[in-house]
């Protein structure tokens, strides 16, 4: 295979690739959990109004609506 030298070489790296590898799942792990929690709140401030307000027919609108008709 090769010198001991070179093979204890290649196992020195395997180890730390491995231990790289397994610290950048925890940290993923870590954060994962707090995205989720900031999604859903992200979701339920955009989703607007709950009780009746909703869309509203402004100014700015109904300029729209008059620049679209053909």
């Known amino acids: 295979m ?4 070179k093979s204890n070489f290649l196992s ?3 180890w730390f690739a491995g231990a790289g ?3 950048a799942v925890a940290a993923v792990a ?5 995205a ?7 979701e339920a401030t955009a989703s607007g109004p709950r ?3 909703g869309y509203r027919l402004s100014e700015h609108i109904k ?3 008059q620049t679209t008709r053909v």
Do not use: N
């Not at 090769?2 to 030298?5: H, I, K, L, Y």
């Not at 870590?30 to 707090?34: E, T």
């Open 51 to 53: 009780s009746g307000g």
């Open 63 to 65: 300029r729209y609506y």
């Open 12 to 14: 020195r790296r395997r």
């Open 36 to 42: 989720v929690v900031q999604t859903e709140a992200a």
């Open 30 to 34: 870590a954060v994962a959990p707090k």
């Open 2 to 5: 090769g010198t001991p030298e």
């Open 21 to 23: 590898a397994v610290g």
